[in-house]
């Protein structure tokens, strides 16, 4: 029984129920308060970037490199953006000019990443998280031989901007990676392939 009626107390089982209660309507409150903070930022950022740049280079998108700038001016400032910027152009130009088979133009709006838009993004996770293996996989994926130094130097680059301004990728596994290439790759070749 919660009350007793002659002495118009409460058990302390209940009392000790609603206290508990009240707290978690307190963090409820507070979590809805809470600006919700997007867990993959960064990575948002890099694949927004790239593909501003690309889109810029592939087709004049002239306003697209100007969305680049104001995105990321907004999240950092003008003054603490232009050398992640410069990174950025840096490493997509030397990526266009290495790469087996860049993309091209790319929706900025699409949720979906192309291939070498996941290994440039797993790429410079590889390298802020020291993963050799990792890093080395995605280089070799992304270019040939003869553009692996310069693209590498640029992506340190890159992936060093991209620290100094507080945006840490989650990391990105080698098994990650070869499994996301074997599913891509297969339905590249099954979109291909003729049905009889």
Known sequence: MANDSDSGTVEPRFK?????????????????????????LAEQLFVFGMRCVQNGYDNQ???????VW???S??????NCRSLLDALWEFVRVYRWHASDPTGHHCLECPCMARDEYLSMALISALQHQDVACSGKCLREIAPVAGL?????????????Y??????????????VETTLLITDALRDASTATLH
């Open 16 to 40: 000790n129920k609603r206290a508990e209660n009240a707290m978690l309507a307190e963090t409820l409150e507070e979590t809805i308060r809470r600006a919700a903070k997007t867990p993959y």
């Open 61 to 67: 998108y002239l306003d697209h490199w100007c969305k």
């Open 70 to 72: 104001v995105r990321y």
């Open 74 to 79: 907004a999240d950092f400032g003008e003054n």
């Open 149 to 161: 130094a310069e693209l590498e130097r640029r992506a340190w680059q890159l992936a060093a901007e």
């Open 163 to 176: 620290l100094s301004l507080g945006q840490r990728f989650l990391p990105v596994s080698l098994t990650d």
